[in-house]
């Protein structure tokens, strides 16, 4: 279905940066396929280094642009992707787009914009990919531009690495008191922080991630017990629990097929 290939991050760029990825449609017959992407955390800088338009949006009813910053999503987004697709994509961890550019993550949430939002050296940068053909080198010139973003970078900016491990220790069940105690932020700082450079409201990422770690149980294992996920994964109860799958999944927990779309997994998000 896709042809995937992983580079590792600079050391410096650690924090900032899950993984860079080369991903290609393999489809054997022309046109398109219709694929969902699940409610997730990442961010995504992706660069088209293949043909044009080969990706549509269909949540929003638009081609994708060459360069674009992506997601995250709280809500279930449909991709059309064209035979020829090829992109150069950088997954980022959650926040880390506002940190080396200071532009607020809601801003693509949900969708795509145009990179051209972060300056024209980026869309300089994009012309430059397309004109290479060896992917290690497209990957060294991406990433020779973010750490150049990253070190000249002067701006303060509250990090807010401390809460998003403790939300992840917690598989998402935890109080906005907990998250105040573990990082001395005041439940204000943290709500406008969070919303700013994730894109998303506090409650809303934590909800997203309690959603992840359910469907990540449910692809490992064979038979679920659906009586025993709610409690097993801090829902109130059943009904909430159905509830809260349904509303992220689109379906109920014994509809889900037990895989994520093709591109997702490709993705890695």
């Known amino acids: 279905m896709f042809k995937v290939q992983s580079f590792r991050p600079h050391r410096l760029l650690q924090d900032f940066v899950l993984t860079y990825l080369i991903l290609e449609s393999d489809f054997q017959e022309e046109g398109c396929r219709k694929m969902t992407i699940l409610p997730h955390l990442i961010q995504s800088i992706v660069f088209n280094i293949g043909p044009p338009d080969k990706v549509y949006d269909v949540t929003n009813k638009e081609y994708v642009a060459s360069d674009s910053i992506t997601g995250p999503n709280d ?5 059309c992707i064209y035979a020829g697709m090829k992109s150069l994509v950088v997954n980022l961890k959650p926040g880390a787009w506002f940190k080396l550019f200071h532009i607020p993550a809601t801003n693509f949430t949900n969708k795509s914009i145009d990179l051209s939002v972060a300056g024209s050296q980026i869309h300089e940068l994009g012309e430059l990919l397309r004109e290479c053909n060896n992917g290690q080198e497209q990957v060294a010139m991406l990433e020779a531009f973010l750490l150049r973003q990253l070190l000249s970078e002067k701006k303060y900016s509250r990090s807010l690495n401390e809460a998003i491990q ?14 105040e105690l573990g990082t001395y ?3 204000r700082t943290l709500e406008r922080n969070f919303l700013e450079q994730t894109g998303l409201r506090l409650k809303t990422f934590c909800r997203i991630v309690r959603f992840r770690r359910t469907i990540e149980y449910i692809e490992k294992e064979r038979k679920t017990q659906w009586c025993l ?4 994964f801090g829902y109130s109860d059943q009904t909430h629990f159905i509830k809260e799958f349904r509303h992220f999944a689109g379906c109920l927990p014994h509809e889900y097929p037990g895989f994520r779309s093709s591109l997702e997994q490709a993705l890695g998000i």
């Open 75 to 79: 809500i279930a987004c449909e991709r």
């Open 166 to 179: 403790l939300i992840y220790a917690a598989d998402g069940n935890i109080t906005i008191r907990q998250l």
């Open 185 to 187: 932020f005041t439940k």
């Open 229 to 232: 996920l709610a409690s097993r």
